[in-house]
C-alpha cells in the first residue's frame, strides 16, 4: 500500500505457508478420491512433472497441522450429550454392484 501523505510503501508481512518451501493450494494438500499416482498423472497431463512422493508428504504434513483441529471438534462433539448425524444417502460401488450407504 502507498502512503498518500509521505508516498512512501508498507508491505504486510508474507502469509506463513504450512509446508516449509512449497506452497501447494488446498486441492494440494488435502486428500481426495483420487490417489496420488493418478493425481500425478493428471498434472502429467498438463506437462507439470510431479512425483507422488511430494503429494504424499504435502497430504502428510498438512494433516499433521490439521490435528489440533480435528482434536478439539472431537472434544466438542463428545462433550454434547447426544450426538446428532445426517443420513443422507449416497451409492457406493462394491464389487461390481451399486449399494446404498450413508454418510
Known amino acids: 500500500m ?14 506463513s505457508h504450512p509446508i516449509v518451501r ?10 481426495t478420491t483420487a490417489p496420488q499416482y493418478r493425481r500425478s498423472q493428471l498434472y502429467g497431463r498438463e506437462r ?22 480435528a482434536e478439539a471438534m472431537g472434544r ?7 450426538i446428532s448425524s445426517d443420513d443422507t444417502p449416497i451409492n457406493l460401488q462394491a464389487k461390481g454392484k451399486c449399494a446404498t450407504a450413508w454418510v
Do not use: Y
Open 76 to 82: 466438542h462433539v463428545r462433550a454434547s450429550p447426544t
Open 22 to 31: 512449497g506452497r501447494p493450494g488446498p486441492g494440494q494438500q488435502m486428500p
Open 48 to 69: 507439470i512433472d510431479l512425483d507422488r512422493s511430494p503429494l504424499a508428504i504435502w497430504i502428510g504434513r498438512s494433516a499433521a497441522l490439521l490435528e489440533p483441529l
Open 2 to 15: 502507498v502512503c498518500r501523505d509521505c508516498e512512501g510503501i508498507v508491505q504486510s508481512a508474507l502469509r
